[in-house]
């Protein structure tokens, strides 16, 4: 959510106007995140003020779009707390500032909880399982652009700035996940529509109770237990070690499978999705850190963490019955 594309007061009031919302009160750029333009736009008309998040698409297509809004729409009609994009008179959600791709949506309320604790997790752990069965009659189709085919092609990219243990590492995983791509289990894998990218930071909560999930734009069509893996990899785990947390783990798989039971395939590839899920913020992370694009307020993340959670996810494998 950093700033890579400068957008006017003007602009923005241009656009609070096509959409009816009123007039521009404040515009206010968003630090954090390595993907899009954000700003928080505050509107006025005659019911009072409201919040906003203005979203400049910097890599995403408007073809890739559409996906992604009406995945929000979706949900938030099946009850999952998510921001809402608004629409112009003629219905679109999808919009055009300063030549790019653009999306408003409300401001949900409440923060990031970012020392969560188990009652944390579990909340997390039943909306993820209820995102997962309201998508399921999602009409749009779109796959992981994160997923296995990127890594395969990024991981050449990023290979020349590792040092020799760390191109090893990388190497062996990669070529770990491929044979687990092609296995009879992983096709047996519930699918649909996922978030892909919901770390403590994307969701809401207030006074305790959870309030919304948001940042979508790395959804798409992958493996339900993929989502499972990236949730826990950040949830239920020591930050500044990267060492699995069991009771967090469990409250989370617990209030997940509450909803959504897990199948055989689940159970026995988790410990494979929870290696996979930490090498692809690993692979994302790098090519972030070493490739920058120029943006105001851009604070790459840090690979060396998601390393640390990929070597403690291979060296002390979590499974589903010793969780």
Request: net charge negative.
């Amino acid at each position: 959510m950093a700033v890579f594309t400068e957008v006017s007061e003007a602009e923005a009031g241009a656009l609070l106007r096509a959409l009816n919302l009123g007039e521009l009160r404040e515009l206010r750029g968003i630090q954090g995140g390595i993907e899009n333009t954000n700003y928080f736009v505050t509107a006025e008309d005659i019911l009072g003020t409201r919040e906003f998040v203005l979203t400049l698409f910097e890599r995403l297509t408007h073809a890739q779009l559409p996906f992604y809004l009406h995945l929000m729409k979706h949900l938030a009609q099946h009850g999952i707390p998510c921001p809402d994009p608004q629409a112009d008179a003629s219905g679109d959600i999808l919009h055009t500032v300063c030549g790019k791709p653009a999306a408003l949506v409300n401001k949900l309320f409440g923060h990031s909880e970012l020392q969560p604790g188990e009652a944390h997790c579990a909340a997390v752990g039943d909306m993820l399982a209820r995102m997962h069965l309201a998508g399921r009659d999602y009409n749009r189709r779109q796959p992981n652009l994160r997923g296995l085919p990127w890594w395969n092609e990024t991981a050449p990219v990023v290979l020349p700035f590792l040092e020799p243990a760390q191109a090893a590492l990388l190497r062996s995983e990669l070529a770990f996940q491929n044979h687990v791509a092609a296995s009879s289990a992983y096709a047996a894998l519930p699918r649909g529509p996922v978030h892909a990218d919901l770390f403590r930071d994307n969701v809401m909560f207030e006074e305790g109770k959870l309030t919304g999930f948001f940042d979508f734009y790395f959804a798409g069509v992958d493996t339900w237990l993929f989502d499972v893996a990236v949730c826990l990899n950040d949830w239920a785990i020591d930050l500044p070690t990267g060492r699995h947390d069991p009771a967090r783990a469990r409250a989370f798989v617990a209030a997940y499978a509450g909803v959504r039971p897990f199948g055989a395939a689940e159970r026995q590839l988790l410990p494979a999705m929870l290696r996979a899920g930490a090498l692809r913020f690993w692979i994302s992370r790098l090519w972030d850190f070493h490739l920058p694009r120029e943006a105001s307020l851009l604070k790459p993340h840090d690979p060396t963490h998601f390393e640390r959670v990929l070597r403690e996810r291979s060296a002390h494998p979590v499974t589903y019955a010793t969780l």
